[in-house]
């Protein structure tokens, strides 16, 4: 069963910087949309960044200037580099992707598993 699969959270003190990875856990015949969530406790799971394909990019208001999305279509990973980081984005960060495994099926939508990061000094 095709995964992905995180990694990069940890505990990080406030203006600090992290790095997340997604990647997929086995070869994909297409992926479009790629992108990342988090859920901090007690609340709603929100959009953090999203990439397409091509490159084009949307953030979250809360984030526009701090953090960055990137991909490699090669190894099926999409990045999330997050500088001056802040304790409200403290949360679990979820990766996410529209994906087709293979040419005779269709795309579907694929969440990871989580990874926390916790902006604390």
């Known amino acids: 069963q095709v995964q992905l699969v995180e990694s990069g959270g940890g505990l990080v003190q406030p203006g600090g910087s992290l790095r997340l990875s997604c990647a997929a856990s086995?070869?994909?015949?297409?992926?479009?949309?790629m992108g990342w969530y988090r859920q901090a406790p007690g609340k709603e799971r929100e959009l953090v960044a999203t990439i397409t394909s091509g490159g084009s990019t949307n953030f979250a208001d809360s984030v526009k200037g701090r953090f960055t999305i990137s991909r490699d279509n090669a190894k099926n990973t999409v990045y999330l580099k997050m500088n001056s980081l802040k304790p409200e984005d403290t949360a679990v960060y979820y990766c996410?992707?529209?994906?087709?495994?293979?040419?005779?099926?269709?795309?579907?939508?694929?969440w990871g598993q989580g990874t926390q990061v916790t902006v604390s000094s």
């Open positions: 996410n992707a529209d994906m087709r495994i293979t040419s005779w099926l269709p795309f579907s939508n694929y």
């Open positions: 086995e070869s994909i015949f297409r992926i479009n949309v």
